[in-house]
């Protein structure tokens, strides 16, 4: 067990218990983080559930798909390390992760 912190676009930081399983999006819906809507449910259909990972968090869960780089290049604030929070499974070894979140979700 362990945590990953989420950082709002303006420094507030949200500290998370990681559970194993679920998606980043669902650990942040269920744990009510303000910035990530996942409007479509997690189907990769509607770009509101953008993350900004670190390099070492990316190098662990892989890049972004096709389908994912289609929907954040809707996102002013897409850089290199984003992926749709819906399209990535927590695992033990993300304990102590940093998410960043953007201003604006699509
Ligand atoms: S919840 Fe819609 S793309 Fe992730």
Same mark, same amino acid.
């Given at each position: ?20 399983? +679920? ?35 990316? +190098? +662990? ?16 604030? +897409? ?28």
């Amino acid at each position: 067990m362990g945590t990953i912190t989420f950082v709002e676009y303006d420094g507030t930081e949200h500290v998370i218990d990681l559970e194993a399983g +679920k998606t980043l999006m669902q650990l942040a819906l269920d744990n009510a983080l303000p910035s990530i809507d996942g409007d479509c449910g997690g189907e990769c259909a509607c770009g509101t559930c953008h993350v900004i990972l670190d390099s070492s968090l990316i +190098k +662990k869960v892989g890049s972004a798909s096709s389908n994912e780089i289609q929907m954040l290049d809707l996102s002013a604030e +897409k850089t290199a390390t984003s992926r749709l929070a819906c399209q990535v499974q927590v695992s033990e070894d993300m304990a102590g992760a940093i998410v960043r979140l953007p201003e604006y979700q699509v």
